[in-house]
């Protein structure tokens, strides 16, 4: 363990550098606090992967994922906001000071903001770890365009797997749709689906599992096995790659039961957005309850910073004291 000193200790660190740490960062560098956000992959977290966001307060009209992101990205750093590129992999309490391990090395904060949102999760099934990024993806907006004129399965029954359905119509020639069991996409997304059903863009596969993904001898995505549950029989579906949006798993691993969490793996805070750690604050996707929307991760993202102020108090000595 490295020891703390002046180079690696810091007012406040941000876990993370999605909407919701470059609007918590937007508050604190404004106050001439000090505040480093660690990023493991890309600042703007999944607005940066979002293809257009329609219900982001202020634009009328909607705007793109990406420049959102940069949007925020720039203003933030305006004000001295320092991004650095690495992950957290653990976080002690010593009490004044916390002690993250980083990829970077060991760092200390004051105050610590967790704003690490959720990672896709995977399927599991024979096929999908060996295809990855060669005909398995996760993120229609990054890999969509790759498809052009070609047929895709899209994995997945609820608001993402439909939205990014629809979106990669723009690209594919046909998608077959696999719902695992029912539907569970808000009305509204599954009137617009049935638009693409009927123009045949679209077939929706209910009850159907998804089992197996299947290569050539080049190493190129050719076929998905699955089941349909109803008859017990195996559907085989033709394609030349698989996006699967099956939902998110918690990016919480890093707290290691050093921060309570719920049943879902999502960290609980207090009315202050404070976590079970004194000085260690949540915001956004990562923290129980969250609703789980733009908006609403950089209002949280603004109040943890406004509420953590009085814990990073006297942060213009901090340098001085170690
Ligand atoms: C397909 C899709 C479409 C969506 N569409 C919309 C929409 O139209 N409107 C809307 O309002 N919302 C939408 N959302 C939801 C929205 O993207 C999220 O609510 C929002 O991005 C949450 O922000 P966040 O900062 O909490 O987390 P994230 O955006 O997930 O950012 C967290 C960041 O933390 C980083 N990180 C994680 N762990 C670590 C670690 N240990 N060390 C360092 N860095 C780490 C991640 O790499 C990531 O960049 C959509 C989500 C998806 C998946």
């Known amino acids: 363990m490295e020891k703390r000193t002046k180079e690696n200790s810091h007012t406040v660190i941000m876990i993370g550098a999605g909407p919701a740490a470059l609007s918590a960062a937007v508050y604190t560098t404004r106050e001439d606090i000090e505040t480093l956000l660690l990023e493991k992959g890309v600042p703007g977290g999944l607005a940066a992967v979002t293809d257009w966001v329609d219900n982001y307060p202020g634009f009328p009209d909607g705007l793109a994922g990406l420049e959102l992101a940069g949007n925020l990205q720039k203003q933030a750093e305006r004000f001295g906001a320092v991004i650095d590129f690495g992950e957290v992999t653990a976080l002690h309490d010593e009490g004044e000071w916390k002690h993250l391990e980083t990829t970077l090395g060991d760092l200390y904060a004051r105050v610590v903001l967790v704003a690490t949102g959720s990672d896709y999760k995977k399927l599991g099934i024979p096929g999908e770890a060996e295809y990855y990024a060669r005909g398995v993806h996760y993120c229609a907006t990054c890999d969509g365009a790759f498809y052009r004129d070609k047929r895709l399965v899209v994995v997945g029954g609820g608001n993402s797997a439909v939205q990014e359905a629809m979106f990669l119509t723009r690209f594919a020639s046909h998608i077959d749709l696999m719902v ?126 406004l509420k953590s102020a009085n814990t990073s108090e006297g942060h213009v000595d901090v340098m001085e004291e170690v």
Not at 211 to 236: A, H, P, R
Not at 244 to 255: D, I, R, T
Not at 258 to 279: A, F, H, P, R
């Open 180 to 305: 695992r069991s029912r539907m569970r996409a808000s009305d509204v997304l599954q009137k617009e689906l049935q638009k693409f059903v009927d123009k045949g863009k679209i077939t929706v596969h209910l009850a159907t599992t998804t089992d197996e993904i299947i290569g050539d001898k080049d190493g190129k995505v050719v076929q998905v096995k699955g089941t349909d549950t109803k008859t017990g029989n195996e559907v085989k579906i033709d394609t030349d790659g698989v996006f699967v949006f099956v939902g998110l798993k918690p990016n919480s691993e890093f707290a290691g039961g050093q921060l309570e969490t719920d049943e879902l793996g999502l960290i609980k805070t207090d009315e202050n957005l404070m976590s079970s750690m004194n000085g260690v604050f949540v915001a956004g996707d990562i923290r129980s309850h969250a609703t789980m929307q733009i908006a609403s991760a950089v209002g949280e993202g603004a109040t943890a910073a």
